[in-house]
């Protein structure tokens, strides 16, 4: 077993503290990474105060994981010491469903092994990205490409993927009208990816102040939806709507500005159940999707889509003692547009 330092949440809603713990052995298809940096999700703090009701303590958050790698397996061959790597939300799945097959081990039907506060095989719980190391199977490990920085690439392996693969599901590209809900983590990320597909993108925003930030990331307009009149002018007028939001908030004010046949898709996940009126969806044929992360085969293509269009997340770079710090600047909003822990801090 292999001594780990981490940070972490010994019970629920309790502050991060540190935490040492061992990851298990290098086996024949496993890649150990030494974590350089790993990002700061609002499901961090979703699950450390158990909002979904599935967390398991003490909890080692953290899944968006970038560093080198360290040491690889006698049967590995997609790595080698010394390559940039990284870790999603998710490191195993069972291989063999039709989800897993078809490159959605998001979506498996065995169980995916979430990269923390999940429980492996062996009856382990998994712990996350808060840490020096970790080691994974090779077929969940990622090549970060050379042109990305590891800091900025660390959060497109939650907020980039979450955003990329909706925006690819639903062929959103060219001549399409698409409004982004909110402009944090998620959002932000939005917004890059689409412009680099050659969308047409409006940022719906509950504050005026993110406007000239929303331009500056790509955006092509901006709507305070605090403003009655803007609710009604916009009215049909969007092909898609990703909505990135994570606090509660009414769907069918959005749902109301998708031109028929229109598709509103959520990405954000409230802790708390949201009404939708039925009138919102049948007078115009619109839908209400959803969307999870993405598999593992999208997840590197986004990876590579971003190096191409040298799309980075928007950062603030944080030491691992400022954490909890962190986490009440997410939930205040006060963070453009993700933190990311130098993991050279743990040490």
Known sequence: MLPTKGYAAIAVKEKLQPFSFERR????HDVLITISHC???HSDIHQTR???GIALFPMVPGHEIVGTVAQVGTAVTAFKVDDRAGVGCFVDSCRTCTACREGLEQYCDGGTLWTYSGQDKEGRITR???SS??????HYVFRIPTTLSLAGAAPLLCAGITTYSPLRQWGVGR???LAVVGLGGLGHMAVKIAKAMGTEVTVLSAS??????AKRLGAANFAVTSNPQTLTKLQGYFDYILDTVSAPHDYNTYLNLLKTDGTMILVGAPEKPTPVQAFSLIFKRRRLAGSLIGGIKETQEMLDFCAQHRIESDIELIPI???NEAYERVIRSDVRYRFVIDMASLK
């Open 175 to 177: 001549y399409h009208k």
């Open 39 to 41: 990002g700061i999700c």
């Open 208 to 213: 005026e102040k993110k406007r000239e930030d």
């Open 50 to 52: 158990d909002e979904w």
């Open 128 to 130: 996350g990205g808060y």
């Open 321 to 323: 003692q400022q954490v």
């Open 25 to 28: 052995d290098v086996g024949p």
């Open 133 to 138: 190391q970790i080691v994974v199977d090779e």
